[in-house]
C-alpha cells in the first residue's frame, strides 16, 4: 500500500518534468497516459479500501510538521473514485477540445501541467489528515484551479473572472486557516484526529461553522457562490466541466469530514445546514432559469445542486441529533449518492455546451438553434443529461433525489416541532426546485437544439470528432449503470456511511434496506420502460424503411415565410418567471416595453443581462466603496520621477529619526 501511495506523487513529478521535453504533437497523448498511470494507481487503493482494506501511512515532516498522517478510508475513497472518472473523461474530450485551438506549445505545455497537478491535489486532498500539509495542497489545488481557468487570458472578462475567483477561493483559505490554527491553540496537535479531542470537550457550533464557510466558499454555498458562477463559465469546457464535476466536491468532503468528528450540537448543526442549502438550491435554480448564457446557466445550476447535497448532509446531522438511523442514512446516502450523480451529469453538461460552443464560437442561447440536425449526437447527449439533471426517472439523478425526499419524508414523521417544520418547508422547496428544473433545461434544450438557427455562422455547425464523443458515452455508460443497478452503489455508499460517525456507531436499519429494495423495484421498471421505447422505436424504423419521407421547415404549417423571429428566444421563455421573481434575480434592460395599444410597434433595439443579487447588492457595493477610498491615494502614483525620489528620501530619513530616539532598532 505504501508503495502505491509513493508510486502516486511520484508519477505526477516525473509526468510535470516529462511534458517540458515531449514534442507539442504528442502533449496531449503524454498527458493522458501519465494522468490514466495515476488515476490506476489511486483507484487501486480506493478499490482496496472500499474491500475493508486499511491504507494507514504515517512519516515525519520535521520539527514543524511533525507525524503526518496518510489515510484513506471509505469516504476518502468513494471522492477518489469520483475525482479519477471525471478527470479522465475530462482530458480526454479536452484532448479534443484544444485541437481547433491555435494556442502555443508553451501555454499547452503549462494547461496540461496544471491538469496533473489538479487531479493529483484533489486526490491527495482526500488523503491527507494532517491540517497543515492538507493547507498546502489545497493551496496548490486552488492555484491551478485559478490558472486554468484564465486559459484564455487575453480576453479581460476571463481575466476579470479568474481575479474573481482567485479573491474568493483565498478568502475560503483565511477561514480554513483560522479554524486549524483554533483547533492546533485548542489541542496542540495538526492531526485531524484533534478533532475528536477539541469536540469532546468544547462547543461543536463555532469551529465547525468557521470551517463551514471556508469549505462552502469551495463548494458554492449561497451567498458563498461567487467564485463559482465567475469561474466554471469563464474556464475552458473540458476544465469547467471538471471544476463543477469534482472540484466543487472537495468543499463538500471537507464539510463531510469534519462532520465526522462532531460529538454534539447535530440538531442545531443540522438545522443551520438544511436553511442554507434551501435558499441555496432555490437561489441557484431561479438563476439558472432566467440566464440565457449556457455555461453560466449550468454554473447557477451547480449552485441549486450543491443546495440539494446540503438538504441531504443537514438530514443525516438530524437523523443523528435525534437518534433516527434511517434519516442518517438516507440523509448522508443521498449526499453522498448526489455527489455521484452531478458530477456525472454536470461534467456532460458542460462537455455538450463546449461542443456546441466549439462549432459556433457562443453561448449565447438567443444566437443559436436548430444544432439538432447538424450536431445530433450532441443533442443527443445534452437531452440525457438534462433530463437526469432534473431528477426525473429512468435516470440516475432521481435515485439520489428519491433518497433525499425520502429522508424529507422521514423527517417529517419526528416529535420534534422544530424539524418537523423545517423538513415540511425543505420538502416543498425541493418539490419548486424540481419543476423549475425542467423549466430551466426545456428552454436550454429548446432553445439550442429545436427549430430554426437564429444566426448564419461563417463555418456550418458540424458534429464534433469521435474522439469528444467517447468520453461523454462513457459517462453515459456509468449513468445508466446508476440507473439501473443502483443497489450495487448503494450498498457501498452504506459501508461508507458506517465508517462516517466517528463517535456514533449507526448500523443500517432495516428501513434503509427496504428502500434499497424500492430502488431496485424502480430500476426494474426503468429497464422495461427503455426497453419498451427501444422496441417501438425499432418497429417505426422498420415500418419506415424502403418509404419516402418529406422533411419540412420546423412550424412551417401552411405558412411558407416562417422565420427564426416567430420562436420563443430564452428571455421570452422565462420573461414571466423573471418578472414574478424580480426582486431576487435583478435584471437590468435598456428597451421599452410594448404596449398592448401597439397593433403594429415601431422597430427598436433592446438589451438586457441579469446581476446575481448577492453580487449587485453587498459584494459590489463594497468593493466600489474600496475603489473610491483607494481613489483619494492616486496621487502617489503621479507618474514624476521627482516624487518617487522624494519618497525614498522621505523613508529614509523616517527611519534614520526613529532609530535615532531608539523607537525602532
Known sequence: ??????????????????????????????????IVANVLVTSALAFFVLNGQIVDFIFYGGHLFGDILISMDELSAWFILIINFTCITGILYGAGYLKTQHDSAKKLTFHWILIILLQLSMVWVCMIQHSLLFLIVWEI???????????????????????????????????????????????????????????????????????????????????????LIQGDPAAPSHIAGIMSGVLVKLGIYGIFRVASYLKSDYLLLGEIIITIAVVTGLF???????????????????????????????????????????????????????????SLLKSLLFFSSGSVFQQTNTSDMEKLGGLIKKMPHTAFVYLLAAIGICGLPPFNGFVSEFLIYSGLIEGVKLNHPNEMILLSVSLAAMSVIGGLSIITFTKSFGTVFLGKARKEFSAEPQEVPLQMLIPQYA??????????????????????????????????????????????????????????????????????????QVTLTTWQNAYLTSSSKMQYTGKSFTKTLSNMFNFIVIERKQYEELQTSEVFPK???????????????????????????????????????????????????????????????
Open 1 to 34: 500500500m505504501i508503495e502505491l501511495i509513493n508510486l502516486s506523487w511520484m508519477i505526477g513529478l516525473v509526468a510535470i518534468v516529462i511534458l517540458y521535453f515531449v514534442p507539442i504533437k504528442i502533449k496531449s497523448l503524454t498527458a493522458i497516459i501519465l
Open 141 to 227: 489545488m486552488s492555484l491551478s484551479s485559478v490558472f486554468l481557468v484564465i486559459f484564455d487570458h487575453h480576453n479581460p472578462k476571463i481575466i476579470k473572472a479568474g481575479i474573481n475567483y482567485l479573491v474568493v477561493m483565498h478568502i475560503g483559505m483565511v477561514f480554513l486557516t483560522i479554524g486549524f490554527i483554533w483547533l492546533y491553540f485548542q489541542t496542540g496537535s495538526f492531526s485531524f484526529d484533534a478533532f475528536s479531542t477539541y469536540f469532546e470537550t468544547q462547543s461543536n457550533i463555532g469551529l465547525f461553522l468557521v470551517l463551514f464557510i471556508g469549505f462552502g466558499l469551495k463548494a458554492g454555498f449561497v451567498p458563498l457562490h461567487s467564485g
Open 475 to 548: 459517462i453515459i455508460a456509468v449513468m445508466l449503470s446508476v440507473a439501473l443497478v443502483p443497489q450495487f452503489y448503494l450498498q457501498i455508499i452504506g459501508n461508507v456511511i458506517v465508517g462516517l460517525s466517528k463517535s456514533i456507531v449507526v448500523q443500517p436499519p432495516v428501513a434503509f434496506t427496504n428502500y434499497i429494495s424500492i430502488m431496485g423495484s424502480i430500476s426494474l421498471y426503468s429497464i422495461l420502460l427503455i426497453g419498451s421505447i427501444f422496441i417501438f422505436w425499432s418497429i417505426r424504423s422498420f415500418s419506415l424503411k424502403g418509404k419516402s
Open 284 to 342: 441557484g435554480i431561479l438563476n439558472a432559469a432566467v440566464h440565457r448564457n449556457l455555461k453560466k446557466m449550468l454554473a447557477y445550476c451547480t449552485v441549486e445542486n450543491i443546495g440539494t447535497i446540503g438538504i441531504g448532509i443537514g438530514i443525516g446531522l438530524v437523523g443523528l441529533g435525534s437518534n433516527s438511523p434511517i434519516l442518517y442514512y438516507l440523509g448522508f446516502g443521498g449526499a453522498l449518492m448526489h455527489v455521484l450523480n452531478h
Open 603 to 665: 422597430e427598436r433595439k433592446h438589451a438586457s443581462h441579469y446581476h446575481d443579487f448577492f453580487e449587485f447588492r453587498f459584494i459590489h457595493v463594497v468593493t466600489n466603496q474600496l475603489i473610491y477610498a483607494a481613489n483619494y491615494f492616486k496621487f502617489i502614483q503621479n507618474g514624476r520621477v521627482q516624487s518617487y525620489v522624494l519618497y525614498g528620501i522621505a523613508f529614509i530619513i523616517t527611519i534614520f529619526v526613529l532609530t535615532f530616539f531608539n523607537i525602532v532598532t
